[in-house]
């Protein structure tokens, strides 16, 4: 099994798209992430452009990017729009089904084949927000980290057919930014009372 955001491929090591695109959103590997943008033809700029643009036409009105990883500290959002970029992804049954992927297995296209198996950094998919006895299953969350930014985590689960969306920014360490999430959802779906179907806000 790979650590999070590695992966180590043998000389003249092949790997399909679709292997690369698993490795980046199950465990965070920032070289797969890179290949897939040189995969596309695009010169790492114009690829970066084609970001913005995705970002304004879903309107991620305070996110700029620089760079595809998310490695780089002049990358900037918001809770809103990492909100929103999650919602938008979420409605892809590709990316979602990745998302939710404890682990993902796959070969390597060479003489000497490897069997490569890439672990989710998402530590909830096995705790009591994915859960069916507890009610909660999660739809889709990803994991992020950087020195600037501390540990980070956006979510999107639910309980009783009620989705929710939560971001934590900014977190000490990672068993930190699960503990938060865990807090935050199990308080919103004790506290919150969600609107009967047909109502409607008159003021």
């Known amino acids: 099994k790979i650590a ?19 490795s980046s959103l199950v465990s965070s590997t920032n070289q797969a992430v890179l290949a897939l943008s040189r995969s596309t033809n695009l010169a790492k700029e114009q690829f970066v452009e084609k970001m913005n ?3 304004k036409e879903i309107g ?5 990017f620089t760079e595809p990883t998310g490695l780089d500290p002049q990358n900037q959002s918001t809770v ?12 892809k049954d590709e990316i979602k089904k990745a ?3 404890k682990t993902y297995t796959f070969k390597t296209f060479n003489h000497r084949q490897q069997t490569i198996t890439v672990v989710n950094t998402d530590r909830l998919l096995d ?30 689960l639910k309980k009783e057919n009620q989705p929710i969306t939560i971001v934590s ?14 807090g935050l959802a ?15 806000n008159l003021n």
Not at 136 to 154: D, M, N, Q, R, W
Not at 186 to 200: A, F, L, R, T, V
């Open 53 to 55: 643009q995705k970002a």
């Open 99 to 101: 998302l939710t992927s």
């Open 169 to 182: 920014l900014g977190s000490a360490t990672s068993f930190d930014r699960f503990q938060e999430i865990k």
């Open 4 to 22: 999070a955001g590695r992966l180590y491929l043998g000389r003249g090591g092949k790997v399909t798209v679709r292997d690369l695109f698993y």
């Open 60 to 64: 991620m009105s305070k996110t700029t």
């Open 127 to 156: 705790s009591f927000l994915n859960d069916s006895k507890s009610g909660y299953e999660i739809l889709g969350a990803k994991t992020g980290s950087l020195v600037e930014a501390g540990y980070c985590f956006a979510v999107k």
């Open 186 to 200: 199990s308080w919103i779906y004790e506290n919150y009372q969600w609107p009967k179907e047909g109502y409607s």
């Open 80 to 91: 809103l729009d990492l909100i929103k970029l999650l919602n938008e992804a979420l409605k």
